[in-house]
């Protein structure tokens, strides 16, 4: 199947609604940036929801967020998927199984490994609605919300009881860090790298291992959950080539500069940065495409839509290349400083962000990144049907 490529425009709007106050250095860009991300993608779930049966059954529509995070875009997520099915409900009256004229009830399922925070979930939904009714909008969305915790890499649900699920940004983090690679007597030890770009072919050969069963995994539990004619959109970090490994942001390349700028001074011992590795893998689009086939009898395929740009986008416009080198040192910043404080502490952390961002301003005035071109890494999205 084609690949549908989408350039995504950045609104004009879009830089000013950032603050780039300190406070909200850990989380609020990163998740500003992730809505508007999040935005380039609804298009397609609308289009998903526009193209589902309406015929679900007596019982509620239930739709899984996978991977679902604890933010207001979390929320905002699912609401708008409610939202849009409700207007379908609404514009074709009778059209249930029932030939009821009703919009059904809804069941919204959200997943996180366990751990996770869903008090805090929990109390955004109750926000979302509280703000709904205040603001006197009769037609709030309206949905039971229930926590499942637990790896989307095994089954989270009962079998044939999910309508619509849904996991942005998720997929590309897999269930664990292949043993070879934290191995210094096998050849895919990845000592002395803090990332995939500079790997060898063996380290990324023991990842590409990992990440296809990891999707084995993840297609054969939907298999199981999903009700026939159910529909899956996922989205996640892909690659065009096997070989170069090149991700959604190329300032990623920038992370192990850094970290052997710090174990060189001393600031960071050797063995402590040996022995990070990611957690993250973009699958190739000819390894998302082997599995896909493995599954060719129980997924229909429906459409495949790559998103480039995103992150670099955001950025454009913004002409004050330090604030530029800020709020890409804040998006990572929002994504991983819980994973790099739990691997070398606060102080280190703090350290290698405040260097992070030096770097990229050096790299932004040499105009070393974020020019104005096409970069090989993207967002891959799949819209599956449950054959
Ligand atoms: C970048 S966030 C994306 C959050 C949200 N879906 C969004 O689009 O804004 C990725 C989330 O996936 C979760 N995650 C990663 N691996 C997972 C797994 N195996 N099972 C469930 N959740 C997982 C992480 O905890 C993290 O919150």
């Known amino acids: 199947m084609e690949i549908l490529e989408l350039m995504i425009k950045r609104p004009a709007a879009y830089i000013e609604q950032v603050t780039l106050t300190p406070e909200d250095g850990r989380g609020r860009y990163a998740r500003t940036a992730e809505r508007y991300v999040l935005n380039a993608f609804l298009p397609v779930v609308y289009d998903l929801i526009d193209h589902m049966s309406l015929q679900v059954g007596s019982g509620a529509i239930a739709i899984a967020d996978l991977g679902c995070s604890m933010s207001p875009n979390t929320i905002t997520n699912m609401e708008s998927i409610i939202k849009r099915l409700s207007e379908r409900y609404r514009a074709n009256p009778g059209r249930d199984s029932e030939g009821s004229e009703e919009v059904p009830e809804f069941q919204a399922f959200f997943n996180e490994l366990q751990g996770h925070d869903f008090n805090t979930l929990f109390q955004l939904i109750n926000i979302s609605k509280t703000t709904a009714a205040e603001q006197g909008d009769g037609e709030a ?3 039971f919300a229930s926590a499942v915790t637990g790896s989307f890499y095994d089954r989270v ?7 619509l699920v849904m996991s942005s940004l998720a997929l590309h983090w897999i269930s664990k860090i292949p043993t070879a690679v934290l191995d210094s007597n096998s050849p895919a030890y ?9 790997s060898s072919r063996a380290t990324l050969d023991a990842y590409a291992e990992q990440a296809e069963k990891d999707l084995v995994d993840f297609l054969s539990a939907r ?4 009700v026939t004619g159910g529909s899956m959109f996922l989205v996640f970090g892909a690659r065009d080539h096997y070989i170069p490994y090149r991700v959604v942001d190329e300032s990623f390349e920038a992370h192990e500069t850094v970290w052997n700028e710090l174990a060189q001074e001393g600031e960071v011992a050797e063995d402590l940065r040996d022995s990070f590795n990611p957690l993250t893998y973009y699958r190739s689009f ?3 495409d082997k599995v896909l086939h493995a599954f060719r009898s129980v997924f229909e395929v429906v459409t495949k839509t790559l998103f480039r740009n995103l992150i670099s986008i955001c950025l454009q416009g913004e002409s004050d290349v330090k604030k530029r080198a800020h709020m890409c040192a804040s998006i990572t910043r929002g994504m991983y400083s819980n994973i790099l404080e739990s691997h070398f502490g606060e102080r280190v952390t703090s350290l290698f962000m405040h260097r992070l961002q030096q770097h990229l301003l050096e790299r932004i005035k040499s105009n070393n990144i974020y020019a104005d071109r096409a970069h090989q890494g993207c967002f891959l999205s799949l819209v599956l049907r449950r054959k």
């Open 190 to 198: 990845n000592g002395g790298h803090t990332d995939l770009h500079r």
């Open 286 to 288: 000819s390894e998302v």
């Open 223 to 226: 298999a199981a959950e999903l």
């Open 157 to 163: 649900l009962p079998s044939s009881s999910v309508h």
């Open 141 to 143: 969305v309206q949905y």
